[in-house]
């Protein structure tokens, strides 16, 4: 009797993860995310780890998560994936401040951004 299973909001050959709360504006995080658009998950994940962007890793682990969601969940080949999709959006913003001169206040915004990525299984041409 009980209810129907969700149906996938990925196609079957795709899988994606999703990674929320990252201590960084949306913009800086879409500079990594652009580095790893639409390349094979191997060579992404080299370019994550050799970045000197301090995001880079947590986008790494992102990543891994997805990869391990494909092969585990969805039985697809991990030889034969790419990133499809790496797109970031805003979350919450943390509203502080700092004292500043002749009794004024300078605001200092602290945003936090999320990260979604989907791998694709594409077969290679011979």
Same mark, same amino acid.
């Given at each position: 009797?009980?209810?129907?299973?969700?149906?996938?909001?990925v196609?079957?050959?795709?899988?994606m993860?999703?990674?929320?709360?990252?201590?960084?504006?949306?913009q800086?995080? @879409? $500079? +990594?995310?652009?580095?790893? !658009?639409?390349?094979?998950? /191997?060579h992404?994940?080299t370019?994550?780890?050799?970045?000197?962007?301090?995001?880079?890793?947590d986008?790494k682990?992102?990543?891994?998560?997805?990869i391990?969601?494909?092969?585990?969940?969805h039985g697809?080949?991990?030889?034969?994936?790419?990133?499809?999709?790496?797109?970031?959006g805003? @979350? $919450? +913003?943390?509203?502080?401040g !700092?004292?500043?001169a002749? /009794?004024?206040?300078?605001?200092?915004?602290?945003?936090f951004?999320e990260?979604?990525?989907?791998v694709?299984?594409?077969e290679?041409?011979?």
């Open positions: 009797m009980g209810k129907d299973k969700n149906p996938r909001r196609a079957d050959n795709e899988a993860a999703k990674l929320r709360m990252l201590r960084t504006s949306p800086k995080l @879409n $500079l +990594v995310a652009g580095l790893i !658009r639409g390349k094979k998950v /191997g992404a994940l370019d994550l780890t050799f970045s000197k962007k301090r995001i880079a890793q986008v682990k992102c990543l891994q998560s997805a391990a969601n494909a092969e585990n969940n697809l080949d991990v030889d034969e994936l790419i990133v499809a999709e790496a797109y970031v805003k @979350n $919450l +913003v943390m509203k502080r !700092r004292p500043r002749r /009794g004024r206040f300078g605001r200092i915004n602290k945003p951004s990260i979604t990525i989907k694709r299984q594409v290679e041409q011979a």
